[in-house]
């Protein structure tokens, strides 16, 4: 059994602009350095495909989903970029991007429940942690690991997933859209204070939030998220685990002032594999969101990748 590695060219086509952080290039990044590395002969490669309006709605609402198909099929016909909001643009290339990234998160859940792989990895862009049950925010238009997560609820049968956020920002839409749904368990850390400034204060019980002051290293947060994290994980015994992997919480990262090195990243991913074979029977899907210094990014996946792949 393998680990699956989705991701599609379309992703690459939505293009903020010169010198946004969130850019086709951190795709290049990964790829180029799983080739140097020769990681990428462990992986299995697969094409995403494009998601569904139905499966989209099981994290968003119709209307929401149907406005924002309206606009940035609009965007794609005109040719010109807009912006939706202060962070997040919209160009030709956004439609097919958003439906290939929640394509590749649901088609890894299937995988993974089917057998089909052991564990699965989508390099995927738009991120989609900050996108709420109706906005877009932050660089994110549908929420790939809700959409994944309740796929995996609402189609497949499962009663309990686990959702992991490590992205150095509060996964507020992933809160948004999850708090109050107890069949899903939701960790996070995130620096604090920092953008988009919530989740200090958590929207329901089956969040465990974790805020960490800036300039926190990976020592002090590995035994933070020892006492805070793994009890409640051991106690809910998810049936799968999804992971908002964002590796912006590295040292060499800007947008963040956390000081996680590739170790604390190999040491979280093989904490949560631990948790999955117990009780998951190793299933994981996880789906990439920030990560902005394009070094670290590519290690940090890596770091990552080698313990989901067992190599
Ligand atoms: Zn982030």
């Known amino acids: 059994m393998s680990t699956a590695f989705y991701s599609h060219a379309e992703c690459r086509l939505h293009d903020m ?8 290039q951190r795709l290049d990044a990964i790829s180029d350095h799983l080739l140097a590395t020769g990681l990428d002969i462990a992986l299995d490669y697969r094409d995403a495909p494009l998601a569904t309006l139905e499966q989209i709605e099981r994290a968003h609402s119709a209307g929401y989903v149907m406005q924002l198909k309206d606009l940035l099929e609009q965007v794609q016909a005109e040719g010109r970029p807009r912006a939706l909001d202060p962070d997040t643009v919209a160009c030709a290339g956004t439609w097919r991007a958003t439906l290939r990234a929640a394509g590749a998160a649901v088609a890894a859940t299937d995988d993974v429940i089917a057998g089909r792989a052991s564990n699965a990895f989508c390099a995927v862009r738009p991120p989609g942690h900050h996108a709420t049950r109706d906005e877009t925010m ?19 049968g499962l009663e309990r997933v686990a959702i992991i956020d490590f992205d150095v920002h509060h996964g507020n839409g992933t809160e948004d859209i999850i708090a109050g749904d107890d069949r899903v368990l939701m960790c996070s850390f995130f620096q604090h204070p920092l953008y988009p400034y919530s989740g200090a204060v958590p ?4 969040m465990i939030n974790v805020p960490i002051a800036p300039y926190t290293r990976g020592p002090e947060l590995r035994e933070t998220l020892e006492a805070m994290w793994m009890p409640r994980l051991e106690e809910f015994r998810p049936q799968m685990i999804f992971i908002s992997a964002g590796f912006d919480a590295h040292r060499e990262d800007d947008l963040g002032q956390l000081g996680l090195v590739e170790a604390d ?3 979280i991913t093989r904490r ?8 998951a029977g190793g299933r994981i899907v996880s789906c990439l969101e920030g990560g902005y210094h394009l070094g670290a990014l590519a290690r940090s996946v890596a770091a990552h990748l080698r313990v989901l792949a067992e190599v």
């Open 17 to 24: 602009g010169p010198g946004h952080p969130e850019c086709p």
């Open 203 to 206: 929207k329901g019980t089956n």
């Open 265 to 267: 990243y190999e040491w």
């Open 138 to 156: 932050g660089f994110c238009f549908f929420n790939n690991v809700a959409v994944a997560a309740r796929h995996a609820l609402d189609v497949r």
């Open 272 to 279: 949560l594999k631990d948790v999955a074979d117990r009780h």
